[in-house]
């Protein structure tokens, strides 16, 4: 028995994708994504938020945002360690 795929594929989707394929394509090291400070600054507060809230973590977006600022931050020691 192979595998039966649980859509059917058409050419709006095949357009689609063949869209998205050209986009990610366009993206090189020199475009403004791979320039940005700010968006480089976001995605990392984005990345250590997530990662601490998988770990249990209860620190909010903007708690960890003051962290890296170099703030202080009212919470439990070991959250903010």
Known sequence: MGYRSPF????????LCMEIAELVGS????????TSPTLHREIRISTIHSSLVIEGN??????VTAIIDGKR???????IE
Do not use: M
Not at 8 to 15: E, F, H, Y
Not at 58 to 63: E, I, Q, V
């Open 8 to 15: 059917n594929r058409t050419a709006n989707i095949d357009n």
């Open 58 to 63: 209860c620190l909010t977006r903007d708690a």
């Open 27 to 34: 993206l090189h090291p020199t475009s403004e994504l791979s």
């Open 73 to 79: 931050v009212l919470g439990p020691a070991k959250d």
